[in-house]
């Protein structure tokens, strides 16, 4: 086990990410770069009897107040997680980074099936805890239930041939009524958030500054591209996908309130999809929608919208968390679920 910590190691940790198949942006340093400087990144490599790299975990670190420092990886391990051997390496070295930071606990929200009971009982063997009860958004930082859609080795004819039909008319009716699709620049992104902001207002939710998303073009590069719908030359929509490795990630989406019956957001689904077909990735990944699916419940639509594609309805484990002072994290998890309570509340009482 060592750590990432030189131009040589950093090298080497990208190209083992990129060309895993278990490969996740969550997992990068470019990423890890989008969220300094309020967390910060270590790198924890497992390694075979000759030094080469067989998994990692990328963890970043935070002080939270009155309770100390959080370690968090979201979409890690990479790695074959059904090898103890090397779960414990990785696991051996968060507990090397929880001494030296003094950390309350590592948290892990991994893109694993739930169904996999071969890893449940690994982690389960090395110490962790598995948090079984998340349903909506609001209860995990990343969410548990998605979307997926299998591209691997498909046509765009093929793929298309599994929408519904509903969903290639809409495609075919945004083209057919003048809605075109542009690649944005990062000066794009102010028409992006402000598209982004009249959304949050409608669908009542909290929306980053233009910052966030500008610090996001700077350091993601070529993995992150900018997606504008326009009408008449007025952006009425836009999108956000992440490319990395064998995948490709639906990360942010705005619609306008204006042309809504022109089905934008269908045709940008589908040059993000084409986008991924002719990268030759193996996944397009529509990210969350709400476990509870039901058709009065307020996210409903959304789980309807990213179903049509044809992708598929996909449970991870959700949140795994290896509790280095477990009182400390008991009490620091209450306060955590009092607040995310009182902010659904303060919420509900401005809309």
Request: include cysteine; proline fraction near 4%.
């Amino acid at each position: 086990m060592r750590f990432v910590d030189t131009e040589e190691s950093m090298k080497e940790y990208k190209k083992f990410l990129e060309g895993h198949e278990r490969c996740n942006f969550q997992q990068s340093l470019e990423w890890a770069e989008v969220k300094k400087p309020y967390w910060k990144p270590k790198v924890i490599l497992a390694e075979d009897d000759e030094g080469n790299i067989v998994g990692s975990l990328c963890v970043l670190i935070r002080k939270m107040p009155i309770f100390g420092n959080i370690m968090y990886s979201s979409r890690g391990p990479v790695c074959d997680i059904h090898d103890i051997s090397v779960m414990k390496q990785l696991t051996d070295g968060a507990k090397e980074l929880a001494k030296k930071y003094n950390a309350m606990v590592l948290r892990i929200e991994p893109d694993i099936l739930s169904s996999d009971q071969i890893f449940r009982d690994v982690v389960t063997n090395l110490g962790y805890k598995i948090k079984d009860d998340a349903k909506d958004f609001k209860d995990e930082i990343q969410p548990r239930y998605v979307f997926r859609l299998d591209i691997k080795g498909k046509t765009e004819e093929e793929v298309m041939a599994g929408f519904k039909q509903k969903w290639r008319y809409n495609i075919r009716l945004a083209e057919r009524k003048g809605v075109t699709v542009k690649e944005g620049t990062r000066e794009d992104l102010k028409d992006f958030h402000k598209i982004m902001v009249e959304t949050g207002k409608r669908d009542g939710f909290i929306t980053r500054p233009l910052e966030y998303f500008e610090k996001m073009y700077d350091c993601l590069g070529d993995h992150m591209k900018l997606l504008m719908a326009y009408y008449d030359g007025e952006p009425i929509s836009g999108v956000i996908p992440i490319f990395y490795g064998n995948k490709t990630w639906y990360l942010y989406g705005a619609s306008s309130n204006k042309h809504r019956n022109l089905m934008p957001n269908y045709l940008l689904q589908w040059e993000m999809i084409k986008m991924a077909i002719a990268r030759h990735d193996d996944v397009y990944d529509f990210r969350g929608v709400s476990g509870v699916v039901d058709e009065n419940h307020p996210q409903y639509g959304l789980y309807r919208f990213k179903q049509g594609f044809g992708a598929t309805f996909t449970e991870f484990v959700g949140e795994v968390y290896y509790p280095f002072k477990p009182l400390t994290y008991k009490l620091y998890r209450f306060a955590e679920k009092t607040f995310r309570t009182i902010r659904q509340i303060k919420r509900g009482l401005r809309k």
